[in-house]
C-alpha cells in the first residue's frame, strides 16, 4: 500500500506560479514510477506529467512542456510539481498518482494503481 497527500494548491492570477507537493507513505516510494494528472469540472482526468524511479526521466504533456517541472525526493518521499506561467485553462484539480508495477515513466492512466485525494488549483484571468 501507498498512501499519498497532495498540497499546495490555491488560487492564483494567470503567469503566476505554484508549487504542489506530494507525500508519500506506506511501501517503499523510490522504487515507483510517480506521476501527475489532472481534472477540470466536466472533463476527464488527463496525464500532466511523469517520472521514473530515480528521478532522471520525465515526461509531460504538450500543454505544459515548458511550463511544469516534476521532481522527487526519494529521501523525503515526496514527489513535487513546480508550475509556471499558469493560465485559466489549468485550472483542475490536481492528483499524484504511483504506479508499483514499472520503473519508468508512465502516460497512462491505467498505469497508476495508488491515487492521493487531489488539491484544486484555480488559476483566474
Known amino acids: 500500500q501507498v498512501q499519498l497527500v497532495e498540497s499546495g494548491g490555491g488560487l492564483v492570477q494567470a503567469g503566476g506560479s505554484l508549487r504542489l507537493s506530494c507525500a508519500a507513505s506506506?511501501?517503499?516510494?523510490?522504487?515507483?514510477?510517480m506521476g501527475w494528472f489532472r481534472q477540470a469540472p466536466g472533463k476527464e482526468r488527463e496525464f500532466v506529467a511523469t517520472?521514473?524511479?530515480?528521478?532522471?526521466?520525465?515526461a509531460y504533456a504538450d500543454s505544459v512542456k515548458g511550463r511544469f517541472t516534476i521532481s522527487r525526493d526519494n529521501a523525503k518521499k515526496t514527489l513535487y510539481l513546480q508550475m509556471h506561467s499558469l493560465k485559466p485553462e489549468d485550472t483542475a484539480v490536481y492528483y499524484c498518482?504511483?504506479?508499483?508495477?514499472?520503473?519508468?515513466?508512465?502516460?497512462?492512466?491505467?498505469?497508476?494503481?495508488?491515487w492521493g485525494q487531489g488539491t484544486q488549483v484555480t488559476v483566474s484571468s
Open positions: 498518482a504511483a504506479d508499483s508495477k514499472h520503473f519508468g515513466t508512465r502516460t497512462s492512466i491505467r498505469d497508476y494503481d495508488y
Open positions: 506506506g511501501r517503499t516510494f523510490s522504487s515507483n514510477a
Open positions: 517520472i521514473n524511479w530515480t528521478g532522471g526521466t520525465t
